[in-house]
């Protein structure tokens, strides 16, 4: 593989996705940009609870409530990685995006041009978690460029 300039590292906090983090940390050279698009899955909007919700004004305070949990745990994943990023003299760019996982990163595809794409397997059936897909049909049409799926971790 030629030189990496700009690498996509697509994710939404699962154990799969922390395994492509460390495959891409392991790939690009020194001078990198490395790409991190997070993607909070749509389903969160699920929890709110419409039993005790009762009025529109509660479901908004319950809403943003959510949401700024959502980014604050976002963004301490992005410090993480961002740390882990710099030692290694790459230049990091995080994104968070909320929705479904393919849109988010189909979308992010269209936006920008990366020389490589990496992303963590499918969760196996009988791991408990986040069971929120990104790598489909739709994904893997759309790629141009090479896409790493980084192994499940054991």
Do not use: Q
Not at 5 to 28: F, I, Q
Not at 134 to 152: C, E, G, N, Q
């Amino acid at each position: 593989m030629n030189k990496l300039k700009n690498v996509l590292l697509a994710s939404h906090g699962t154990e799969g996705a922390r395994a492509a983090e460390r495959m891409a940390l392991a790939l690009c050279p020194r001078g990198c940009r490395l790409y991190h698009l997070i993607v909070v899955p749509e389903f969160w909007k699920g929890m709110m609870g419409d039993d005790w919700l009762n009025n529109v004004s509660t479901r908004m305070v319950y809403a943003k409530y959510i949401e700024s949990t959502l980014e604050a745990e976002v963004a301490r994943e992005v410090r993480r990685f961002s740390r882990e990023a710099r030692k290694r003299g790459l230049r990091y760019e995080a994104e968070m995006a909320f929705g479904k996982p393919t849109e988010c990163l189909l979308a992010r595809l269209k936006r920008s041009s990366p020389d490589l794409v990496i992303m963590g397997a499918l969760r196996p059936k009988k791991r408990t978690g986040l069971r929120s897909r990104m790598l489909t049909d739709d994904v893997l049409r759309a790629v141009k460029v090479p896409l790493i799926i980084a192994p499940y971790p054991k």
